[in-house]
C-alpha cells in the first residue's frame, strides 16, 4: 500500500510570485524627484555647467559613476606613459565626443586615452600609502599615527590641486569643468610622487634625480590637459587674453614643493 502511495504523482506547488510593494513604488519615485532636483540645483554649484553641453552632462556624470572606472590594461599602460613621459606624446590631447541618445558625451576612458579616470589616482594614492609605511618602517618611525599623519598629508595635498585647478578655470571666467575631472587630474600626480619614493628607497639620493624629471612631466602634461580644457571644453574663456600663460607655467612651478613635501617621508 505505501509503495503504491509513493509511485503516485505529487501535486506541484505554483510558483510564488512577488507582489510589488506599493509604498518602495511612492518611495521610490520620490527619492528619483528628490535625486533630479538636487541635480538641477545643486549640480551647477559643485560640477560646473554654464554652457549647453555641460547642463546636458550633470545628471549623466552623476548616474554614471562608472564612467571613469571603465579601463583596462591597455588603457592603464598607455595613460602611465603619458603622464610620466608627457613630450613622447606624438597623438592628440583632445577628448573623443560621443553620442548617447540625444544627449552629446565624452567617450569613456576605455576608448580615449585623454580622457579623465579615477582608477589610476586611486591605485597611485594607496600605492603611495602603503610605500609610505616602508619607508617610516625602514626609518624606525612606524606607528599607526606617523602613517595616519602622511595620509592626512597626501590627501591635503590632493585637494589642494584640485582646488588649484578648479580655482584656474573659475579665475579666466568659467567654470564648467565637471569638478571629478578635476579630482581625477589632480590625482594624477601621486603616480611619479610614488615613483619618487620607491627610487628613495632603493638609493636616498636617487630622488633628486627623478623628483626633477617627474615634477616637469607632470607640469607639461597638467598644462596639456588644461590647455585642452580651456580651448575646447570652456565657452566662455578668452581666447584672447594673456592671463592663461601665467597660471599654467604656475601650476607648472607649483609641482616642485608638491614634489618635494610629499616625496619626503620620515624626514
Known amino acids: 500500500m505505501y509503495n503504491n502511495l509513493d509511485n503516485q504523482p505529487r501535486l506541484q506547488r505554483p510558483p510564488l510570485v512577488p507582489q510589488p510593494d506599493p509604498f518602495s513604488n ?24 554654464s554652457s549647453e553641453f555641460m547642463q546636458s552632462n550633470i545628471s549623466w556624470y552623476f548616474s554614471n559613476p562608472q564612467y571613469y572606472f571603465q579601463v583596462n590594461n591597455q ?14 606624446h606624438r597623438g592628440h590631447w583632445t577628448r573623443i565626443t560621443d553620442h548617447v541618445g540625444t544627449r552629446l558625451s565624452y567617450k569613456p ?13 586611486l591605485m597611485a594614492f594607496g600605492t603611495y ?20 599623519m602622511q595620509v592626512s598629508r597626501g590627501l591635503f595635498g590632493w585637494a589642494f590641486e584640485v582646488m588649484l585647478l578648479k580655482g584656474l578655470m573659475y579665475y579666466l571666467g568659467s567654470s564648467e569643468s565637471p569638478l571629478l575631472d578635476m579630482v581625477a587630474y589632480g590625482g594624477y600626480p601621486f603616480v611619479g610622487i610614488s615613483l619618487g619614493v620607491l627610487v ?43 592671463r592663461q600663460h601665467y597660471l599654467l607655467l604656475f601650476i607648472a612651478m607649483i609641482q616642485f614643493p608638491l614634489f618635494y613635501w610629499l616625496c619626503k617621508i620620515g624626514a
Open 129 to 148: 600609502v602603503v610605500l609610505a609605511g616602508f619607508t617610516l618602517g625602514l626609518h624606525g618611525k612606524f606607528s599607526p599615527e606617523a602613517l595616519s
Open 26 to 49: 511612492v518611495f521610490y519615485g520620490a527619492g528619483s524627484g528628490l535625486i533630479r532636483d538636487g541635480l538641477g540645483a545643486y549640480g551647477e554649484r559643485f560640477l560646473g555647467s
Open 109 to 121: 576612458p576605455i576608448y580615449d586615452i585623454n580622457a579623465p579616470d579615477l582608477y589610476i589616482p
Open 75 to 88: 588603457y592603464v599602460r598607455n595613460k602611465l606613459k603619458v603622464i610620466l613621459f608627457p613630450f613622447l
Open 200 to 242: 628613495r628607497l632603493v638609493w636616498s639620493y636617487a630622488l633628486y634625480f627623478v623628483m626633477p624629471l617627474g615634477c616637469i612631466s607632470m607640469g607639461i602634461f597638467l598644462v596639456k590637459t588644461m590647455k585642452r580644457v580651456l580651448f575646447t571644453e570652456m565657452r566662455t574663456y578668452d581666447r584672447h587674453s594673456s
